[in-house]
């Protein structure tokens, strides 16, 4: 999806000048998460299983509502024209495996739809490595007349654009798979640099695109990946349709500090979404859309979302303290620093510069930060430690709590926290814990009588 109104024309006709490949057999409606393929490592996943008519985890997706981020550009600065909603009319498990997005009209012809993002925002390659983000999706199965103004999207942007919402294009923005007015044809953009121009051709974008290979992109499920390769010289962005690729860009094409700007954070998000009207099928049908031909009620239907990673700089073991979350691997070692911004999941707070590195800030009362599998080993875990900082006003304050297995369970430690000079005033303070064994999904709650925002958290550590 683009942040600005006039994005992207030059593509308009691409997908008509492209040749169907065909398949020898269409895929099923819904197939588990791929075997992870040796030398690769399962980040995370999510295939949407779970009851009818329930709507996706929220430990893995955050809701996305109304016509923009708060602070942030009217119409998610693209110019569509829905109201996000987390009304199960809208986004829903279907109970056969899949998420469906949902755009509807009322009788007044007001659109509404939804839009979701992972709760993680750190999904990056390891240094030397790769990173693959894929889902197997059907975009809405309606074309022609009935489809104008449909805009389907599976995409991510850099970490920094949570809290900030003005840093576009240059924290970067992935686009794996988007899709407009029903057109056969799946178009895969690089956004970066400035806004307008600079080396992404700025509001466009740097994009290619492709017809699905054998069924239609609306009539069947196809499989759009992205991958990141920091493996090669020079390193390499590149995107996929049912496992051939159609685009890819190098860093030899950027200044170093463009490069730098969308690769040196702390990770991307994941964002699925079905919108409505905009400057991209606007720009494409020649007109604004949609129209009254346009017919609500088609989906956007997701079989899986899943994010993979190979390599760690040459096959060197690392040597610094700080782990890296890996659900469904070797999860965290207790006793090093587990940075916080690299939290499974998180509710509430935003990523910011802090410390030398990056930071969950201004967390206040009812948000969290969930650890998953954190190993202890047979020793007795009977400390916790904080790297934290506040500025918070008015006498806020609160504690940092240690969980257990449930961001409602009883807590097994707790320090409290005032202001610490100022949101960059930055100290380590240690809290005594019931004693820990074993391997523990860990939760950090924080608690306070006021609304406030108390506490930033740079890490957390176990001590015995």
């Known amino acids: 999806m683009a942040l600005n109104l006039s994005r992207r024309r030059v593509l308009a006709t691409a997908a008509a000048l492209i040749t169907a490949v065909p398949l020898a057999a269409l895929a099923t409606a819904n197939a588990s998460v791929p075997s992870t393929p040796p030398g690769w490592t399962l980040q995370w996943s999510d295939d949407f299983n779970g009851p009818a008519n329930t709507l996706p985890s929220s430990q893995n997706w955050i809701f996305d509502l109304g016509?923009?981020?708060?602070?942030?550009?009217?119409?998610?600065?693209?110019?569509?024209?829905?109201?996000?909603?987390?009304?199960?009319?809208?986004?829903?498990?279907?109970?056969?495996?899949?998420?469906?997005?949902?755009?509807?009209?009322?009788?007044?012809?007001n659109w509404t739809s939804a839009r979701i993002e992972t709760q993680r925002a750190n999904f990056k390659p390891p240094a030397g490595g790769k990173l693959a983000i894929e889902s197997r999706l059907q975009m809405p199965n309606v074309t022609g007349q009935a489809a104008l103004g449909y805009w389907p999207a599976f995409w991510a942007l850099g970490s920094p654009y949570r809290g900030n919402y003005w840093n576009w294009p240059a924290i970067?923005?992935?686009?794996?798979?988007?899709?407009?007015?029903?057109?056969?044809?799946?178009?895969?953009?690089?956004?970066?640099?400035?806004?307008?121009?600079?080396?992404?051709?700025?509001?466009?974008?740097?994009?290619?695109?492709?017809?699905?290979?054998?069924?239609?992109c609306q009539s069947a499920f196809h499989t759009y990946r992205f991958e990141w390769d920091d493996s090669s010289s020079p390193k390499q962005l590149r995107w996929y349709v049912d496992g051939q690729q159609f685009h890819s860009v190098s860093q030899n094409q950027f200044d170093a500090t463009t490069w730098n700007n969308m690769t040196s954070h702390a990770g991307y998000f994941l964002l699925l979404n079905l919108a409505i009207g905009g400057a991209f099928p606007n720009g494409v049908a020649g007109h604004a859309t949609p129209t009254s031909a346009t017919v609500p009620g088609h989906s956007l239907v997701v079989d899986y979302v899943a994010v993979w990673s190979t390599g760690n700089g040459g096959g060197n073991p690392t040597t610094t303290t700080t782990t890296t979350s890996q659900p469904g691997g070797s999860g965290w070692d207790a006793y090093s620093e587990i940075q916080a911004e690299q939290?499974?999941?998180?509710?509430?707070?935003?990523?910011?510069?802090?410390?030398?590195?990056?930071?969950?800030?201004?967390?206040?009362?009812?948000?969290?930060?969930?650890?998953?599998?954190?190993?202890?080993?047979?020793?007795?875990?009977?400390?916790?430690?904080?790297?934290?900082?506040?500025?918070?006003?008015?006498?806020?304050?609160?504690?940092?709590?240690?969980?257990?297995?449930?961001?409602?369970?009883?807590?097994?430690?707790?320090?409290?926290?005032?202001?610490?000079?100022?949101?960059?005033?930055?100290?380590?303070?240690?809290?005594?814990?019931?004693?820990?064994?074993?391997?523990?999904?860990?939760?950090?709650?924080?608690?306070?009588?006021?609304?406030?925002?108390?506490?930033?958290?740079?890490?957390?550590?176990?001590?015995?």
């Open 67 to 109: 016509h923009g981020y708060p602070g942030g550009p009217g119409n998610w600065g693209t110019g569509e024209i829905q109201n996000y909603t987390n009304s199960t009319n809208n986004i829903k498990l279907d109970g056969a495996g899949n998420l469906r997005i949902t755009a509807l009209r009322d009788g007044g012809g």
């Open 172 to 216: 970067g923005e992935f686009d794996v798979m988007e899709n407009v007015n029903g057109i056969n044809s799946v178009w895969g953009v690089l956004h970066c640099g400035v806004n307008p121009g600079g080396p992404c051709n700025e509001t466009n974008g740097l994009g290619a695109s492709r017809q699905c290979p054998g069924s239609s």
């Open 343 to 464: 939290a499974t999941s998180r509710s509430g707070g935003t990523i910011e510069s802090a410390d030398g590195g990056q930071a969950v800030a201004q967390l206040r009362n009812g948000d969290s930060l969930r650890f998953s599998g954190v190993r202890f080993g047979s020793a007795a875990a009977r400390q916790f430690y904080g790297r934290v900082a506040s500025g918070a006003t008015n006498g806020a304050s609160g504690l940092v709590e240690v969980r257990l297995g449930s961001p409602t369970a009883t807590p097994v430690g707790s320090f409290a926290l005032g202001n610490t000079g100022g949101w960059q005033s930055w100290r380590t303070v240690p809290a005594n814990i019931s004693g820990i064994t074993g391997t523990h999904d860990v939760y950090v709650t924080f608690s306070s009588g006021q609304p406030n925002a108390y506490v930033s958290v740079n890490w957390i550590r176990f001590g015995t």
